[in-house]
């Protein structure tokens, strides 16, 4: 029987790229860490032991101390035991475990934040688990149905949910058949054949060659011209996106290098621009053919191409839902935040811990998510504590932290949550930090210096000059 004076801690971990980890203590995120500022190798993943040491040592405790665990991996359900992913983990067969699907994660990361009680939630990335692995597939409607044995080979391009009385309804999900990245042909996704998110991952592998390099391809748009490339991207019907690929042979020049990218700008800012303008236009229509399928005033957005400002400024003006929530950690990253908040809602079903259950399920009415919906008001102020402060000593010595303490406090010991609240005729975005005072401050101070030293450099010019 449990001690009823001892903690719960439900442990959510994820194992794809941008692994993470986070600690929730009696409810609440307590510590939360991306293994890249371990390993300070960004976009590290795989095996998640090193994001997992980092939260149990920051609470001192240990693994049995744990009362579950919930885990998301991109591919694969993690169905031949904990013990090891890409190397030996830390679980041993005592510890509760629940592993859950890509998109379902997502959703609940939306859920957790937003301000809002009831809601659709929309979740669009590159690729999602297999339809063989998806644990909500069986609640909602499928746009795609193949055969049992090929179901494996059918992934999660985007899912569409409502919440309402505590509870999350599948109300649609679609998937792709897998692609022909392993051929690495330009400008053909990666992953799965026709998901938005995948062909913006592959343009930007174009023009920059990353992996990771999606957020360029959106800054790099706007210095491209109109007109250059007018053909269609997508073909968009029967509520879905599908890729075209009778375009991908005009493209023949992936850059190779920054020299490369330097000579022949507006060549790649051109495709960037035509590119951004093609997936606005892919997103906008799922989003609203998503509205028709279960109408809402309210929709939390997450997902890689959530990340998408510039589309989702359109989504706030052409798009028929009055308000609008975007999770500001739409990508994977945030999944070792939501995955524990998922435990909540989906213990009671895998036979987990009903206390945990219980525990996490009173995140989403927390007196600490609160959204100031009053229009009078100038801020519309959602605010998420999370705490992730560093142990001591947990960083190598051979690998310094880049910038001053100060900045990494700013990174490290609170997250900023952006809040879009649109209101009747007068759409706005509202962004809170909780550590916006120390920023500014920080900000102002570097400023300050950057102007003493200019000051300095012209007197002492004048000076000479004079002599």
Known sequence: MRNQGKPIYVLGTHLSHDGSACLLKDGRICVAIEKERITRRKHAGGNDTDAIKYCLDFEGISVRDLDLVVQNANFGMVEQGNSWWGGPRVFDE???????????????????????????????????????????????????????????????????????????????????????????????PTTTRHSIGGLYLAASMYVFSGFEDPGKLMGLAPYGMAGVYDFAMFDLKDGRAFVRYDWMSEFKKPCHSWTELKANFQYYADIAYWVQKEVERAILYVINARYDACPSENLAYTGGVALNAVANARIIKETKFKNLYIQPAAADKASRSDVPTTAGWKSSRKNASNTAARCISERATQPSLTCCRNTKEKCGAHRLPITSRRPRNSWPKEKPLVGSRTELSLVQERWDIAVFSPIRGK?????????????????????????????????????????
């Open 427 to 467: 759409r706005r975005c509202v962004i809170s930090s909780t550590r916006g005072s120390s920023f500014v401050k920080t900000f102002v101070l570097s400023l300050l210096r950057c102007w003493k030293k200019i000051a300095q450099s012209i007197l002492i010019v004048t000076t000479t000059v004079r002599t």
């Open 94 to 188: 005592n510890v509760p475990m629940v592993t859950i699907s890509h998109h379902l994660a997502h959703a609940y990361s939306a859920i957790g934040t937003a301000p809002f009680d009831e809601m659709t939630v929309l979740t669009i990335d590159g690729c999602g688990n297999s339809m063989d692995d998806c644990i909500d597939v069986d609640q909602g409607v499928a746009l795609e149905n193949p055969p049992a044995h090929l179901r494996h080979l059918y992934f999660e391009k985007d899912s569409y949910y409502q919440f309402a009385g505590n509870k999350l309804t599948t109300v649609v999900k679609d998937f792709s058949e897998w692609g022909t990245g392993i051929k690495g042909y330009p400008m053909h």
